[in-house]
């Protein structure tokens, strides 16, 4: 991941997020006070499916859904332990309460809508990462 980011990794004061070794894996990491911008951005994804290799990300108060969206490069942090194998089984594991969003991410956006050519960045990020991470840092969130 460090050879693929310029600029510092904007990161949500989550616990699993900030227990990982980021100057050890060679990121820069920014945490703003109120970061709803930013060339890079990371978010903590609930579960990773199988199935249609995508990743599950929920709202929540250090979890704005605008992350994963506005930055050029998105960066999702996924426990080994939370790749399911169907997206039935990713729902099941959204916290209760349920969160007041949650996104299905598949890839970076792109849009064919004009003139026919694959545009990609039109509608969030250019790039997604996203980076496995061992199973006891990520428990903290739960």
């Given at each position: 991941?460090?050879?693929?980011?310029?600029?510092?990794?904007?990161?949500?004061?989550?616990?699993?997020?900030?227990?990982?070794?980021?100057?050890?894996?060679g990121?820069?990491?920014?945490?703003?006070?109120?970061?709803?911008?930013?060339?890079?951005?990371?978010?903590?994804?609930?579960?990773?499916?199988?199935?249609?290799?995508?990743?599950?990300?929920?709202?929540?108060?250090?979890?704005?859904?605008?992350?994963?969206?506005?930055?050029?490069?998105?960066?999702?942090?996924?426990?080994?332990?939370?790749?399911?194998?169907?997206?039935?089984?990713?729902?099941?594991?959204?916290?209760?309460?349920?969160?007041?969003?949650?996104?299905?991410?598949?890839?970076?956006?792109?849009?064919g809508?004009?003139?026919?050519?694959?545009?990609?960045?039109?509608?969030?990020?250019?790039?997604?990462?996203?980076?496995?991470?061992?199973?006891?840092?990520?428990?903290?969130?739960?």
């Open positions: 991941v460090a050879g693929l980011l310029d600029a510092p990794l904007i990161r949500p004061p989550m616990a699993a997020l900030a227990d990982l070794d980021w100057a050890g894996a990121l820069r990491v920014a945490q703003p006070e109120c970061a709803d911008d930013g060339p890079a951005m990371v978010a903590y994804a609930v579960a990773g499916v199988a199935e249609t290799g995508s990743v599950l990300v929920a709202s929540g108060g250090v979890r704005p859904m605008a992350d994963n969206f506005l930055a050029a490069v998105h960066v999702v942090a996924l426990a080994r332990d939370r790749i399911v194998k169907t997206l039935e089984e990713a729902w099941a594991m959204l916290p209760a309460p349920l969160p007041r969003a949650v996104s299905l991410i598949t890839g970076p956006s792109r849009t809508d004009i003139e026919q050519t694959l545009i990609p960045g039109a509608h969030g990020p250019k790039r997604l990462i996203v980076a496995l991470i061992d199973p006891p840092a990520a428990a903290a969130s739960r």
